[in-house]
């Protein structure tokens, strides 16, 4: 008897204690279920990927300054995407819209906050781009047609011209497109319609191979770069020269050099081959000051500039590609491949003690 009695209270005991644990559970559960839903921001902004943004302004394919653009995207010209395997930054324009300061072509494109001078300079930039896209449209005896810059270094004082562009071209129908490199002279005098820029071949051809009439291409570069193929570029000022190196697997690095403060074109008889076949006979047939970029603030720019617009080639058959814009409309212009597109996947700038506040620039051109 007392036996069964002992076997009963522990019975009751037991079940309570599982009662109470169940009734604690299912308190919690419903804490949990009843709990308001939290909203989690799940984008990654371009700052999230490389973290470098306070040292720049950003100018949009519509040409509008956002200013400095941490924790921004706009999803019509700049944002991040994955490729399954790493984050990119986006930076698209069409070939036709609302462009910047006193450009032709539309960009969206980050620029230096400080400026630097070439003779006391130390200072670098890094890049690991790939070009997704290039104007499906463009005459192709026009130089610029189906090219967009990824980088340069532009002057922010006097003609503000620029040392360095760094480009992509691929024409339609091609697999391969070229990388190349153009230094442009800071003119003597005045009269700055008189510059031009001298093109250097990285991998591929220069800006001077262009088609035989308007919709016939030259050969493909058999050592080119395809669209969507990663590369990289080095960027390094110091002491007035310029150094520039250029990578990609499956392809001979690159090195060149190039005097920032002493100019290799100061009489007509310095003038390249190149330059007497393409710019002299539009009238572009300046000769550079001695002392080059000496005295000027320079700064780096870097993202999509895209050199393909509707313009016509009879006002520069250089510069004015003639391409299709759709009158300015963006959606449409993206709908059928009008339009340059670069993802960047790393990007580093270092800036000498010595540069200082770009602002003058940002005002002269906003």
């Not at 480009?167 to 442009?184: A, I, L, N, Q």
């Not at 080095?234 to 520039?244: A, F, H, Q, T």
């Amino acid at each position: 008897m007392i036996k069964n009695k002992i076997t009963s209270v522990s019975t009751i005991f037991i079940l309570s204690i599982v009662l109470v644990f169940s009734s604690c559970n299912n308190k919690a559960k419903k804490t949990v279920e009843t709990e308001p839903d939290k909203e989690v921001d799940e984008t990654v902004y371009a700052s999230d990927v490389v973290p470098f943004f306070d040292d720049w302004k950003l100018i949009l394919g519509d040409g509008s300054n956002v200013g400095i653009a941490n924790k921004f995207e706009n999803r019509d010209f700049f944002y991040t995407t994955n490729d399954d395997k790493t984050n990119w930054i986006v930076f698209k324009a069409p070939n036709g819209g609302d462009t910047h300061g006193t450009s032709n072509n539309t960009r969206t494109e980050l620029a230096q906050i400080k400026k630097w001078y070439p003779k006391t300079a130390n200072d670098k930039l890094t890049a690991t781009l790939k070009v997704m896209n290039v104007s499906a449209t463009g005459d192709a005896r026009v130089a610029a047609s189906h090219a967009v810059v990824v980088g340069q270094i532009h002057s922010a004082d006097a003609h503000e011209n620029e040392p360095l562009k760094i480009f992509y071209k691929k024409f339609p129908g091609h697999t391969k497109g070229s990388v190349f490199w153009h230094y442009e002279i800071n003119t003597a005098g005045d009269d700055n319609s008189v510059r031009w820029d001298y093109s250097t071949a990285v991998w591929g051809n220069d800006f001077s191979v262009v088609g035989s009439d308007e919709n016939t291409y030259p050969d493909e570069p058999k050592d080119g770069i395809e669209l969507g193929e990663e590369f990289s570029y080095e960027i390094i000022v110091k002491d007035g020269i310029m150094n520039l190196k250029f990578s990609s697997e499956g392809h001979e690095t690159k090195t060149f050099t190039k005097n920032l403060i002493e100019s290799d074109f100061t009489t007509k008889a310095d003038i390249p081959e190149q330059t007497q076949k393409l710019f002299v006979p539009i009238g572009q047939d300046g000769v550079e000051r001695k002392s080059a970029y000496t005295g000027e603030g320079c700064f780096f720019k870097l993202g999509c500039y895209n050199q393909t617009n509707g313009k016509s080639p009879e006002v520069n058959m250089n510069w004015c590609s003639g391409a299709e814009t759709h009158n300015g409309d963006i959606q449409k212009q993206y709908a059928d491949g009008n339009y340059s597109e670069v993802w960047f996947k790393t990007a580093s700038i270092t800036v000498s003690d010595a540069a200082v506040s770009n602002e003058g620039y940002f005002a002269k051109n906003d």
